[in-house]
């Protein structure tokens, strides 16, 4: 796995805002590991909807300032404004051997702009099931 064309490809698909490429990025198994949700979501559809909401939360404004690149994993720095308040975080991933995403964990501060995130998510991922649904 080379790690710089893994990050490439996760970079094209926010670049994109387009959710529609994130299934390819993503294992079977991936986990998903968020400030907004006590326990660990697993599965690739699981992700990937958590992921789309997050595009949808974090919006169009979501940068990344800074990456640190290692064998099998990044971290990569995030800056983006939610409900008015300037949000910043990390996003911690990790790829296979097959350069797909098996681990995905956000960390968000302040807490204030957590909180604005928390609501947003959950309001963002109601929408989807009830969308679903239909």
């Known amino acids: 796995m080379d790690p710089a064309a893994a990050l490439a490809r996760w970079h ?3 670049e994109s805002r387009d959710a529609a490429g994130l299934p390819a990025l993503m294992a079977e ?3 998903f590991r968020s400030p907004a949700v006590h326990t660990p979501q697993q599965g690739r559809d699981t992700v990937v909807g958590y992921l789309t909401a997050a595009f949808t939360v974090l919006g169009p404004q979501l940068a ?3 990456e640190w690149l290692g ?3 990044a971290v990569l720095e995030f800056r983006t404004e939610v409900g008015g308040l300037q949000v910043h975080g990390i996003d911690m ?3 296979d051997a097959q350069g797909l995403i098996t681990d995905f964990t956000v960390m968000v ?3 204030k702009a957590l909180q604005v995130v928390v609501e947003n998510m959950g309001a963002e991922l109601m929408r989807m099931l009830e969308a679903s649904a239909d």
């Open 12 to 14: 094209a698909v926010v």
């Open 29 to 31: 198994d991936a986990v």
């Open 64 to 66: 990344y300032d800074r």
């Open 71 to 73: 064998e099998d994993s």
């Open 93 to 95: 991933i990790t790829w």
């Open 109 to 111: 501060r302040p807490a």
